[in-house]
């Protein structure tokens, strides 16, 4: 990847997220609120805050939907094609890296699908009856963002082998002990 297209993936990035989020602040600004100002979720966000608004907010529940899952799935989607890609690539070089390479990615897919996955649900239905966004949330919270160093720990050579010792040393323990 050239220095150059790096900044333009950069700033782009930066561009929509900075676009997306004054559209929200925008909506929020100038919604009238009534009522409870409570919001039974994790996720202090939009969906929620139009929740509490004193108006028929089908059409502006229906733009947040439509927005931030054009966002979730077009960053999902920009994601898995660069996977795709960097196969693809690895593939046509015959040096022995597409092991390697696939061990990578699939651990880099399997944090992504877990972080997306839960923002995906979250974000196309914003408006759940039952309490599945507060456990989405402590996936996308908590597990996730652990679950990488715990993979490329595991993946590290030196503990491996210490594992391999720890889980000897409790089998060995397990069988003097019976």
């Given amino acids: 990847m050239s220095p150059q297209m790096c900044s333009l993936l950069l700033s782009g990035v930066w561009l929509i997220g900075i676009i997306h989020s004054v559209i929200q602040l925008a909506f929020v600004v100038n919604l009238p609120f009534c009522g409870p100002n409570e919001i039974d979720s994790f996720y202090c966000d939009l969906p929620w805050f139009i929740k509490l608004a004193c108006i028929d907010n089908y059409r502006m529940e229906f733009l947040v939907t439509a927005i931030s899952g054009f966002i979730s799935l077009g960053t999902f989607s920009l994601l898995i094609i660069s996977y795709i890609l960097i196969l ?65 720990t595991m993946r590290n050579k030196d503990m491996k082998l210490a594992m391999r010792r720890l889980i000897g040393q409790l089998l060995g323990l397990r069988k003097i002990s019976k």
């Fill in 88 to 152: 693809f690539s690895v593939w046509k070089h015959p040096s022995g890296g597409l092991s390697k390479a696939l061990s990578t990615l699939s651990a880099h897919i399997s944090v992504v699908v877990l972080f997306f996955g839960s923002c995906i649900f979250v974000y196309m239905w914003p408006f759940p009856t039952v309490p599945v966004d507060k456990f989405l949330a402590i996936v996308d919270f908590l597990i996730t963002p652990i679950l990488n160093p715990v993979i490329y």
